[in-house]
Structure formats: C-alpha cells, structure tokens
C-alpha cells in the first residue's frame, strides 16, 4: 500500500548544527508535502513539493523533491531552539498518508 | 476565524463505554480526516471524507464510525472504547483532497482505562 518511509526516526544536534530528515517511497509520488510538530502541539503545514527535481527555500529550511519522485529531504541549516519538534511528510495523493516523523532535539 | 475546532480537549474512559469526538471547520473545506497518534508510529489516518454524504477507511478504522451530514462537521465515534484506542486524536480538513494543504485541530487527548 502507499506508504512512506522517514529517516532518522531521532536526531539530536548542537544548537548552530545543520540537520537534515528524508523520505523515501518504492513507489512515485505525485507530490510530498511537509508538517512541523511542536511539542505538545499539532502539525503545522510548512510545504508542498510537485515537480521532479524541485527545491523550495523557506530563511534555513530547504526542500527537494528527488527527480523520480521517490524521494524527499527538508535540510535545515544552522539550527536554532526553535527549530524543535518533530517533522513529518506525507504523500497527499489518494488518500493523505504521513510517514513516522523526525524528532530533532537541539542540545544548547 | 476559528479554522478546525476539535472537542474535548481531554477525555477519559472506562473500557466499554462510547463516545464521540467533535471536529468542525469553517473554511468550507470539502476534505476532512480524522488521525490518531501514539509514540514512534506518527500520524494514522483512521477515516476520511471528501465531501458531504461521503466517508471511507483509513489504515486503522476498527473500531471507529464517522458520518459527513454537512461540510463543516465531521464527528468520530468510539462505540465501546478499549485501552488500545487511547491515543491523541488529530482532526484534519483540506479545500480538496489531493494536493491542498492540511489544517489541524488542537488534539483530543484521550485515555481509556
């Protein structure tokens, strides 16, 4: 079934570290979208990637979606505390399916 | 504009009982879902809607009924709640299904002993 993967299930870093998460899928993707969950909070829309190859940019946070549509990673350069939380992607496609989700702790 | 309203925020059951969580929106959103989230399994779709009249599984519907009467409203419902269902519970609507973003409530925290 549809289904996508996400790695690292934790990631802790130095504060000023970057951090990157990725999604992969066995099949193509029409398109992947990315959420952002506080601690304590609910998921927060952040992104949506469409075509083969894009990268979108938001301040420290960049998006890629692979060329095959298989693929996905969201890269955040410098991290700061606020950058906390779990992030997630999903495939929003026939039905709305997340994968398990990043946790990035920041250690100060 | 209150976008997705969820209720209650907290609840707690005894094994066996019923009850039914409250979603609304006021976005005019044509989609909406309902999620459970439980430690290192992220986010499960447990029911959607893609319009008034129309509803159809996730991947973890047992033991979850939903209805979509109107647009804004659509509730869930436990008919006799079991340990396994307690878990955070996460209302979600989009303007269509398949490529608009999704607008969560606040969570429902539940427990059921």
């Known amino acids: 079934g549809q289904q996508v993967m996400q790695i690292p299930q934790y990631q802790h870093v130095q504060e000023g570290e970057d951090f990157t998460t990725y999604c992969n899928s066995s099949?193509?993707?029409?398109?992947i979208q990315w959420y952002k969950q506080r601690p304590g909070g609910h998921p927060v829309f952040l992104i949506q990637?469409?075509?083969?190859?894009e990268v979108k940019k938001q301040k420290r946070l960049t998006f890629q979606f692979g060329e095959a549509k298989k693929n996905s990673s969201l890269h955040i350069t410098a991290t700061q505390t606020t950058d906390v939380g779990t992030y997630f992607c999903?495939?929003?496609?026939?039905?709305?399916?997340f994968g398990k989700g990043t946790r990035l702790h920041i250690l100060p | 504009n209150a976008g997705v309203t969820q209720t209650p925020k907290f609840q707690v059951l005894k094994t066996g009982q019923s009850m039914t969580l409250q979603c609304a929106q006021d976005?005019?959103?044509?989609?909406m879902s309902w999620y459970r989230q439980d430690p290192g399994m992220g986010l499960r779709l447990i029911h959607y809607?893609?319009?008034?009249?129309?509803?159809d599984q996730g991947e973890v519907p047992n033991g979850y009924n939903v209805s979509r009467s109107t647009t804004e409203d659509f509730p869930l419902r436990l008919l006799s709640a079991a340990p396994s269902q307690t878990s955070v519970y996460f209302c979600?609507?989009?303007?269509?299904?398949?490529?608009?973003?999704?607008?969560f409530g606040n969570g429902t925290r539940l427990t059921v002993t």
């Open positions: 979600a609507s989009g303007r269509v299904l398949g490529n608009s973003p999704l607008h």
């Open positions: 099949t193509t993707l029409s398109n």
């Open positions: 990637l469409v075509k083969s190859g």
């Open positions: 999903a495939e929003n496609g026939d039905k709305i399916i």
């Open positions: 976005m005019n959103h044509e989609y």
């Open positions: 809607s893609v319009g008034a009249g129309i509803t």
